[in-house]
Structures are given as structure tokens and as C-alpha cells.
């Protein structure tokens, strides 16, 4: 391939990534796809060519936050993981594990607390929040627990609730499961965790 059409191929990766990511801070858009087909649109580009990868997109937007009120997003990042810390600590006896944009630092306004929390049993969790007086919304959320095509995502429980101005998702996973951490969508690795000490020292 020419250099100057290798250079313009990369130009306009970066900047599909560039839109994609103003389009996930600004509309809380959270499928990187999504994000990317819209940004396509958006800039009158074609989605039949090589799109960013996910973990171009993950760092457009740390630059977007950083670029467009970097002490507010400090601050603003701050409180939520505050606000996660004093979740984790309620939710103490089943071992919570802080992951997503929160712990990474890429959160917005339409971002929530994510948790993995471990019990053999959902409802236990379930009992948990309603003898804490939290009403919650059940969901579902499939992820794969390891890598390789032959992968086949697994179904896991969770629960969302609010907690003072923040919404938690509480995934649910059986206690072995905190030694392997599910594989993220965005770079195909094993997702980081934090417990809680680990949050604590980014405060």
C-alpha cells in the first residue's frame, strides 16, 4: 500500500475514533460498534473499511475527557469512586470487585458503579440489598469466562440499583469465580478488577 494512502487510512481511524468517542461521552452510548457506525455516519465515511479497534476508541475518549475538563472529570471521577468504595464496603461479605469505566477512569455522567460480586446463589445478593432497604432492577449479562473462538459467552445475574446519585450493576458470579476474571469486549483480555483496598489507593 502507498504511504500516503497508509497515512490517510490512519488519519481517518483516528479520527472515526475521535466521533465515536465524543458520541459515547455525549449520548452515553456504551456498544463501541454502535459508536462507530454512528461516527461514520456522522463524517460521511464508509463502515466497509477498517474500523478503530475497540481500544483505540477506550483511549479516544480518555482524551476526550482529559482534553474537555480535566479537573472536572478528576473531581467528577473521584466522587463516583468515593461513591463505589462506600458500595463495595456494604456489600463487603460477598468479596465485591470494582471493574468498567469507574476504576479505568474513562466514567462519565451516564456511566454506573460496576461490580462483580461472588455467591453461589443470586438471590442471596437479592435478600442482601432488600434487608438494606434498596430496590433493585434484575438484569442479565452474557460473558465469555475464556478465550479462543470456541468461547461460548455464559449468562450471568445482576442487579441495578441507586445508590445516593449513582446507579450500581451488581453482577453476580459464583465464589470460584473470583480467580478468573471474564473476558472484556474491548481488548479480548481478562477484565481488570479492584478490590477494595486497590480502590482505596486511588483515592
Known amino acids: 500500500m502507498p504511504k500516503n494512502r497508509s497515512n490517510g487510512d490512519d488519519r481517518a481511524r483516528q479520527m472515526l475514533a475521535q466521533e465515536a468517542a465524543r458520541i459515547i461521552v455525549d449520548q452515553g452510548l456504551r456498544d463501541y460498534r454502535a459508536a462507530k457506525i454512528k461516527a461514520a455516519e456522522r463524517l460521511g465515511m464508509s463502515t466497509?473499511?477498517?474500523?478503530p479497534r475497540n481500544t483505540e476508541i477506550e483511549l479516544a475518549v480518555s482524551e476526550h475527557l482529559a482534553l474537555y475538563g480535566r479537573e472536572s472529570h478528576?473531581?467528577?471521577?473521584?466522587?463516583?469512586?468515593?461513591?463505589?468504595?462506600?458500595?463495595?464496603?456494604?456489600?463487603?461479605?460477598?468479596t465485591p470487585r470494582l471493574i468498567g469505566?469507574?476504576?479505568?477512569?474513562?466514567?462519565d455522567e451516564n456511566?454506573?458503579?460496576?461490580l462483580h460480586v461472588f455467591s453461589d446463589s443470586a438471590e442471596a445478593v437479592a435478600a442482601e440489598l432488600r434487608s438494606l432497604g434498596y430496590r433493585y432492577r434484575p438484569y442479565e449479562r452474557r460473558l465469555k469466562t475464556s478465550r479462543g473462538r470456541g468461547a461460548t459467552p455464559e449468562t450471568f445475574?445482576?442487579?441495578?440499583?441507586?445508590?445516593?446519585?449513582?446507579?450500581?450493576?451488581?453482577?453476580?458470579?459464583?465464589?470460584?469465580?473470583?480467580?478468573?476474571s471474564p473476558i472484556?469486549?474491548?481488548?479480548?483480555?481478562p477484565m481488570q478488577r479492584a478490590a477494595e483496598k486497590a480502590v482505596a489507593a486511588l483515592l
Open 48 to 51: 466497509r473499511g477498517s474500523l
Open 74 to 94: 478528576e473531581g467528577f471521577l473521584r466522587t463516583m469512586r468515593e461513591a463505589a468504595l462506600a458500595v463495595m464496603h456494604m456489600l463487603r461479605m460477598f
Open 101 to 107: 469505566p469507574v476504576l479505568i477512569g474513562t466514567a
Open 111 to 114: 456511566s454506573a458503579i460496576n
Open 157 to 180: 445475574a445482576g442487579f441495578q440499583f441507586g445508590f445516593g446519585d449513582e446507579f450500581v450493576e451488581a453482577t453476580v458470579f459464583p465464589v470460584d469465580g473470583i480467580r478468573q
Open 184 to 189: 472484556s469486549p474491548i481488548d479480548g483480555k
